[in-house]
């Protein structure tokens, strides 16, 4: 997983970005402050309420939602982390469970097996003894001078 | 204001620029933010899936833990099963070979009392036969004393018969003369006199009672010789008896110890058997022992392996959660991306707008050599 890393990128992006809106905002507010001031008949003024005004409200706004921007993509990349930390969390979990659900099945293997084994052994001892204590009794018995 | 023309011409000129500059800068920082949120989009979209890849997989996690649980709750239940199978098996096993254990005890001891009646019987058997030897002997003199008084009997019965003649003859002589008589001159028959016949009577008589006394003691001799054979030869015969019924005591008391001796060996080999049935036996139950051991790990394992399924459904929840929070975050970025690119548009549009009106004046202002009010 590099989602975080792919947003961290894009955050670094978006600050890029965002240098460059402020910087290129700030030359362009200060150009068209020369402009304004070097520029200051009534078609000046006419052209700054038609078209440079309604820009200096975009610079503001564009840098709002610079900061929005910023803002968002680190919540994003600081959950991104998060949740690549539980991820990393459960890769840890996943391979600790398996390696005891290998465990549990190769010792639960191994009870079976040892289990049939020891049943099979006692009950062929059993019979064997059961011959054998046959056997005894018969010697037991005594028949008497 | 009036301006000179190609200074107002150079300010236009540089106003048109800063907003073109300007405009291309907003777009750039425009698309710059649609990649980025789309790169975030994007990275949000892999975590979210990853994310739910992975509840899913803890999911199957949790479901395959119980089954393993399961199959270890299992493997306990053979595993016990087995344990209490072979613990009775080894209580047996135990119980057989004390068993054989006893039994050749009591064979032994059957034995000891074997071979302390063969050593009996064989003592009496001794007796036994000293007695028979000791009847015989006395058998044998008896046979010699009988022998020797019949010959006595013989002997005496010579004189016995010669004097019973002579007393015959003496009597036939005396009958003889007792019918003689004799005629005396007056012609009277007178009995002729036996006394010669009669003392020769008396002494034949005399010599035949003697000859007969002396018969009379030899047979009575030769009677007590017989009763003493008699009583030699029931001895004798009681003696036999006794030898026989030693001999048979010995031989019932050595078939007797051959029988516990062979019951001793039989046991042992019983024993031996019962004791390595017990080793058999006490294998198997250690080998259950193990299993229960293995089970136990077993459980523990798949109790452990709960926990991490658990841990890993945590973990993979909690991932999902942040990658919602991840998604929405890219998702509110987006937005304000479209509301940033909304901008540059707006932007793109008045730059465009600024730019016809810029050039105009400029187109204008190349008509003139000098501007008043434009």
């Not at chain 1, 200096?56 to 968002?72: K, M, N, P, T, V």
């Not at chain 2, 003199?141 to 002579?166: K, S, T």
């Not at chain 2, 001999?247 to 058997?273: K, N, T, Y």
Request: glycine share 4%; charged share 25%; proline share 1%.
């Amino acid at each position: 997983m590099q989602s975080a890393a792919a947003i961290q990128d894009a955050v670094r992006r978006l600050e890029e970005a965002a240098a460059v809106f402020r910087l290129k905002s700030r030359n362009a507010t200060e150009e068209y402050g020369e402009l304004n001031a070097r520029w200051a008949d009534s078609r000046a003024r006419k052209f700054t309420a038609q078209h440079i005004e309604p820009q200096r409200d975009w610079i503001e706004q564009g840098a709002r939602l610079c900061h929005a921007h910023l803002s968002f993509a680190e919540t994003a990349r600081a959950a991104a982390e998060e949740a690549e930390r539980e991820l990393s969390g459960f890769f840890a979990a996943q391979s600790a469970y398996e390696s005891a659900a290998d465990s549990a099945r190769q010792s639960a293997r191994a009870a079976r097996d040892q289990a049939t084994q020891a049943e099979t052994d006692s009950a062929r001892v059993s019979a064997a003894l059961r011959s054998t204590s046959a056997a005894i009794a018969a010697t037991a018995s005594d028949p008497g001078w | 204001m009036s301006a000179d023309p190609r200074q107002l011409f150079n300010i236009l000129e540089m106003g048109d620029n800063s907003v073109r500059e300007w405009t291309r800068a907003f777009e750039n920082a425009s698309e710059e933010t649609s990649n980025a949120g789309r790169l975030v989009e994007s990275a949000a979209e892999e975590l979210r899936q990853a994310a739910q890849t992975h509840q899913q997989a803890a999911g199957d996690m949790r479901r395959e833990a119980s089954e393993v649980r399961s199959d270890a709750e299992h493997s306990e239940t053979a595993a016990n099963n087995a344990h209490a199978q072979t613990v009775k098996v080894e209580q047996l096993a135990e119980q057989v070979v004390a068993d054989a254990y006893r039994c050749k005890g009591e064979w032994e001891y059957k034995s000891s009392q074997a071979s302390a009646e063969l050593a009996a019987a064989q003592g009496e058997l001794a007796n036994a036969r000293q007695e028979l030897s000791q009847a015989r002997q006395q058998v044998s003199w008896a046979r010699d004393r009988v022998a020797a008084a019949q010959a006595q009997v013989e002997a005496a019965q010579v004189p016995v018969n010669l004097a019973q003649a002579q007393l015959s003859s003496a009597w036939s002589a005396l009958s003889a003369a007792q019918g003689r008589y004799w005629t005396d001159a007056e012609g009277r028959s007178h009995p002729v006199s036996t006394a010669g016949e009669q003392a020769a009577v008396y002494a034949a008589q005399t010599r035949y009672n003697s000859a007969l006394a002396i018969l009379t003691e030899a047979q009575n001799k030769l009677a007590l010789a017989r009763q003493e054979l008699a009583v030699a030869e029931a001895r004798e015969a009681n003696a036999l008896e006794w030898v026989a019924r030693a001999q048979a005591r010995v031989d019932r008391a050595e078939r007797r110890l051959q029988f516990c001796q062979q019951r001793i060996a039989q046991s042992a080999d019983l024993l031996g058997r019962a004791s390595y049935q017990k080793g058999d036996a006490s294998t198997a139950l250690r080998l259950a022992e193990r299993a229960v051991e293995s089970a136990r790990e077993a459980l523990e394992s798949a109790a452990t392996g709960i926990e991490h399924a658990a841990r890993a459904e945590s973990h993979a929840e909690a991932a999902v959660r942040l990658a919602a929070r991840t998604t929405s975050a890219s998702e509110s970025l987006m937005a304000r991306a479209r509301d940033f690119a909304q901008l540059s548009s707006q932007q793109t549009e008045s730059s465009a707008r600024a730019a016809t009106e810029f050039g105009d004046i400029l187109e204008t202002l190349r008509s003139f050599d000098s501007g008043g009010d434009l």
